[in-house]
């Protein structure tokens, strides 16, 4: 079952709802496919965790926050490789990236996730792993380590 969380986004997003809901009509998919309206955050997190793989096929992306949620779940992600997507989604270890938003690579890389259950595994524990360097916590470590760096490189050259 194919199950579409969330809502329009960008200048076409309406448009492209529509077009989607019409597709199902036409093809008479309404027992394949749900349309979910948009859910608070703290709801995401368990869709997050049923999907066996979540796709962003997104035209451009700044940062990724749903690519994000969903490795740090435990999720493969197939995503477009475009923007912040490019450096969390590892392609071919949490998931795959595919250029030019090319609809039969997006199915490829959805069918294989979907027909090899123990790559989807592999895949979903690997992204939570890189999901992890996201963290507030990893965060502050990280800057921690930069600022003791820089203060040792002070007291070296201005001893």
Same mark, same amino acid.
């Given at each position: 079952?194919?199950?579409?969380?969330? &809502? *329009?986004? &960008?200048?076409?997003?309406? &448009?492209?709802?529509?077009?989607?809901?019409? =597709?199902?009509?036409?093809?008479?998919?309404?027992?394949?496919?749900?349309?979910?309206?948009?859910?608070?955050?703290?709801?995401?997190?368990?869709?997050?965790?049923? !999907?066996? +793989?979540? %796709?962003?096929?997104?035209?451009?992306?700044?940062?990724?926050?749903?690519?994000?949620?969903?490795? *740090?779940?435990?999720?493969?992600? +197939?995503?477009?490789?475009?923007?912040?997507?490019?450096?969390? %989604?590892?392609?071919?270890?949490?998931?795959? =990236?595919?250029?030019?938003?090319?609809?039969?690579?997006?199915?490829?890389?959805?069918?294989?996730?979907?027909?090899?259950?123990?790559?989807?595994?592999?895949?979903? *524990? !690997?992204?939570? %792993?890189?999901?992890?360097?996201?963290?507030?916590?990893?965060? *502050?470590?990280?800057?921690?380590?930069?600022?003791?760096?820089?203060? !040792?490189?002070?007291?070296?050259?201005?001893?």
């Amino acid at each position: 079952r194919l199950v579409i969380v969330g &809502g *329009a986004s &960008g200048s076409t997003g309406d &448009g492209e709802v529509e077009r989607a809901h019409e =597709l199902v009509d036409e093809l008479g998919l309404h027992d394949q496919v749900v349309f979910v309206e948009p859910q608070p955050h703290h709801i995401l997190s368990t869709y997050y965790r049923a !999907a066996d +793989v979540v %796709v962003v096929p997104s035209r451009s992306e700044s940062f990724g926050l749903v690519a994000l949620e969903a490795a *740090a779940c435990g999720t493969p992600v +197939v995503a477009s490789a475009v923007g912040g997507l490019q450096s969390l %989604v590892d392609d071919g270890d949490t998931g795959y =990236l595919i250029p030019d938003r090319d609809p039969a690579e997006f199915a490829k890389a959805i069918a294989r996730i979907l027909d090899e259950p123990l790559l989807a595994d592999a895949m979903g *524990a !690997a992204a939570a %792993v890189r999901a992890s360097r996201y963290t507030w916590a990893f965060a *502050a470590a990280r800057l921690r380590r930069l600022y003791a760096d820089l203060t !040792a490189r002070r007291l070296v050259v201005g001893h």
